[in-house]
C-alpha cells in the first residue's frame, strides 16, 4: 500500500468539492440557462487566472508559492489547469444533456475519476500505462453508488451502462483531458440507453 502525497489529497479535495455544482443544479430550482450562464462566467474567470498565472510574473509568483505543489508536470508549464477542465467538462455535459443525465455524467467525473486515482495509487495493481486496474474498480464501486442513489430519476440499466463507459473511458490512454472524456461519452451512452435526444 503507498501513501498519497499532499498534492494528491489537495487536488482530489478541490475534485469533490466541483460536485457542489451539479448537486445544486439537481436539487434546487435552477434553470438550465442560469446554471449554464453561472459556468459560463466560472470558466472566464478560470480562464483569466490561467492567463495572469502564465504571462506575468505577479501570477506565477503567486502559484509558485501557494498553487503549484498541486499542480501536474504539464500544468505548470503551459496547459490548462484540470479545475479549468472539470468546469468546462460541467458546462459541455449540461449544455447537451438532459438534467439528470447532465448530473449523473458529472459526479462520475467527479467521483469516479477521484476514486479511481486513489484506488490505483493506493493499491497500484494491474498497471495498464499509468493506470491500473484497480483504480478501474475503486471508481465503478463510486460510479455504482451514483446510480444506485439517482435510479429514480435513471433508470439502473442505463446508469450502469453509462459508469461502465466512463470507466473504461479513464482506463484509455486518450489525449483529451478526461474531464471532459468521462462526462460526454457517459452521458452519451446514457441518452442513448434512455431513448435518444427525441
Known sequence: MIALNKSEYARKSIHVFSSLIPLAYMTLPISK????????FLI????GIETIRKNTKFGQNI???YFNFMLR??????KLTGATWVLIGMFISILIFQKYVAVMAILFMVFGDTFAALTGKIMPIGKIGS???SGTMGGLLACLFIVFEMKTHIPFSNGL???????GVELLPISLDDNI???LSSGLVITFLSGGFA
Not at 33 to 40: A, E, R, T
Open 33 to 40: 440557462i442560469l446554471m449554464l450562464g453561472v459556468l459560463g
Open 44 to 47: 472566464l474567470f478560470a480562464i
Open 63 to 65: 502559484f509558485e508559492r
Open 73 to 78: 508536470d504539464f500544468e505548470v508549464k503551459d
Open 131 to 133: 493506470k491500473t486496474l
Open 161 to 167: 451502462g453509462g459508469a461502465f463507459v466512463a470507466m
Open 181 to 183: 472524456t468521462i462526462p
